[in-house]
């Protein structure tokens, strides 16, 4: 029995899935393989609500399994609860200190961790022999707290796929996004969900899992938790997709990846805070290539996004759009400033050329009220400062209702 704790980086992996295929070779009876072989696990997942397939994790020496996920029932579930590992590899369960005390126990007694509650407790163990190991949670096993490790020497059986490919080259989109470890390969699911507003390192403003690989016509549905405020999911660099700024728990917004590439997305209040997420469709490695495509079906009450390919550029975060804002407000009040002063040098000059030329000015009538004013007073300069006032007002309170109700933790609280 392999009990060693250690510290693991936790995965924020809700909903993973993919058809389950290959069959695990069955160990010898006396080695620390499980018993069934089978991936359709005879009914082990019937009664597991966040059971959607098998993970593909081959060829990863250390894998986590969250403990403590909702499962339908409450959080009382593994995430994910069925991965693909290769011999050797390490699995590390990591509480998430939801749903009482939990433990993990195999079937067949080649592992048992303690009954723990808290947050962060970690346990691992290392698979070396070939074959399905089925494991539960004592207290919660009658809720659906169940998971499995299928233990093999090739993956992708899971997938749906055409075997394993490298993880695609994002040029540092995810660099600022705390969440992120590793693109889920979720080939071969028709549906694949993705959580709006989980954990990132700084507050519920990620997407969960941040990156997945999906097969071309598979629609990803992305669902919100309600947590952190409003977000919504927009195309990186293109129109293929774009869902409203929401903040209700359950409103969900779908689209159906249709042509092959990497489609880059992000939440516009919240990118400043890794906020970003990818789809990869297909089975693209390395560079790979931006995905363009405009097709598949929207839900969730958007209109289509319109193409920014224009000649001007369009801002896609609240920096951007701020900036936009305040320069395009100081520069009016520039050019005011300046037409002003260039209209009073013109009135002067014109003055000075009529005096030169003998000029003089028409009197007005004996008869008519005549107001004079003060030499200083310049009506032009008052209107001036007057706008300068309403533009300062302005920028207040753009800057407010950018702050309270675009940029996510609001100074309201």
Known sequence: ?????????????????????????????????????D??????????????????????EEVTVEVGVENGQGPYGFGPPAIRVSP???????????????NVIHTEGNFE?????????????????????????????ALGMKGAVVVSESGGGSSGGSGSVSEPDYGGWFDDVGNYEETVDERGSDEV??????????????????AVRVSPGTTVVWEWTGKGG??????????????????????TFSHTFESTGVYKYFCRPHKALGMKGAIVVGNVGGGGDSGGDTGGGE??????????????????????????????????????????????????????????????PTEAPAESYQRELDEGYDPLGTAALVAGYFVLIGLLWAFMYFVEFLAGPSITG
């Open 39 to 60: 991936t359709d696990f005879g009914g082990w997942f019937d009664d597991v609500g966040n059971y959607d397939g098998v993970v593909d994790k081959t060829g990863k």
């Open 113 to 141: 961790s303690e009954l723990v509650s808290e947050a962060g407790h970690t346990f691992s163990h290392t698979f070396e022999s070939s074959g399905t190991y089925k494991y539960f949670c004592r207290p919660h096993k």
């Open 88 to 102: 050797g590899t390490t699995v590390v369960w990591e509480w998430n200190g939801k749903g009482g005390s939990h």
């Open 230 to 251: 409003s977000h919504n999911v927009i195309h990186d660099g293109g129109s293929a997709f774009e869902s409203e700024l929401v903040s209700e728990a359950g409103h």
């Open 299 to 360: 839900t969730g009450g958007e209109g289509d996004a319109e193409a920014s390919g224009g000649v001007l550029p369009v801002p896609n975060d609240f920096t951007g759009w701020f900036a936009l804002f305040f320069g395009g407000i100081a520069g009016l009040a520039a050019m005011a400033v300046l037409g002003t002063e260039a209209y009073a040098e013109y009135r002067d000059i014109a003055a000075a050329r009529a005096a030169a030329a003998g000029g003089t």
């Open 193 to 210: 969900t993705v959580e709006v507003g989980v954990e990132n390192g700084q507050g519920p403003y990620g997407f969960g899992p941040a």
């Open 1 to 37: 029995m392999g009990r060693t704790d250690h510290t693991a980086t936790r995965r924020q992996l809700l909903r993973a899935g993919g058809a389950a295929t290959t069959a695990a070779a069955l160990g010898a009876a006396a080695g620390p393989a499980a018993a069934q072989s």
